[in-house]
Nanobody, 132 residues
């Protein structure tokens, strides 16, 4: 029932900020007790959890990216957004928004670490290429 769709610019220059929006249908980002997340897959590599925002608005960020990551939501539009700043070519990847019905991470000594190996719902993915 829940469907997600990523949107945003697909080509970025180094030092710019990636801004992607996930539009949710078939469910509410506030009343559905889900965690709404962003995951990426660089070419030839595995999936990397970026961060999530819970149904209450609490945010969780991967330690490796938290200094550059901001996840927010617009409840009036049933959307949540990823902003990844100061990008480099290493940020080139397919970016997915996804939802899980359980907490996707654990807290340890001030950081959050991913704990899920799969999510319940996925968007189709958005290719973002960082190059000059």
């Amino acid at each position: 029932q829940v469907q997600l769709q990523e949107s945003g610019p697909g080509l970025m220059k180094p030092s710019q900020t990636i801004s992607l929006t996930c539009t949710v249908s078939g469910g509410s980002i506030t009343t559905n007790f889900y965690f709404w997340g962003w995951i990426r897959q660089p070419p030839g590599k595995g999936l990397e959890w970026i961060g999530s925002i819970g149904y209450s608005g609490t945010t969780y960020y991967s330690p490796s990216l938290k200094s550059r990551t901001s996840i927010s939501r617009d409840t009036s539009k049933n959307q949540f957004t990823l902003q990844l700043s100061s990008v480099t070519p290493e940020d080139t990847a397919v970016y997915y928004c996804a939802a899980s019905t359980v907490v996707p991470c654990t807290h340890y000594r001030g950081n959050y670490y991913p704990t899920l190996d799969r999510y319940d719902y996925w968007g189709q993915g958005a290719q973002v290429t960082v190059s000059s």
